[in-house]
């Protein structure tokens, strides 16, 4: 079992930044690809930023050159660096923890952005 807590979320306003973190417990962290979700109001749960086991990384389009996903494999943690806020880019940010060959996928339970003036 691993356990993810979200933190750094936060009212923004257009321009600005926030960094999120998501803390894992439990063993071989450094084992699960780890991504960035989020949700906002009446629409599904998309993909932002992903980072593998390995370091690779991949974003959504819409936040190319502005988000940036790194991990802490020392410190359990997993960190989204959000530049360049867009009113689009509110919604609730979940920390995801998978490992596809034991069936592993963990949510954390999400923290709100709001980027708003």
């Known amino acids: 079992q691993v356990q993810l807590v979200e933190s750094g979320g936060g009212l923004v306003q257009p321009g600005g930044s926030l960094r999120l973190a998501c803390a894992a417990s439990?063993?071989?962290?450094?084992?699960?690809?780890m991504g960035w979700y989020r949700q906002a109001p009446g629409l599904q749960r998309e993909l932002v930023a992903g980072v593998t086991s390995g370091g690779s990384t991949n974003y959504a389009d819409s936040v190319k050159g502005r988000f940036t996903i790194s991990r802490d494999n020392a410190k359990n943690t997993v960190y989204l660096q959000m530049s360049s806020l867009e009113a689009e880019d509110t919604g609730v940010y979940y920390c995801?923890?998978?490992?596809?060959?034991?069936?592993?996928?963990?949510w954390g339970q999400g923290t709100q952005v709001t980027v708003s003036s």
């Open positions: 439990g063993s071989n962290f450094r084992r699960y690809e």
């Open positions: 995801n923890a998978k490992r596809v060959v034991f069936g592993h996928d963990f």
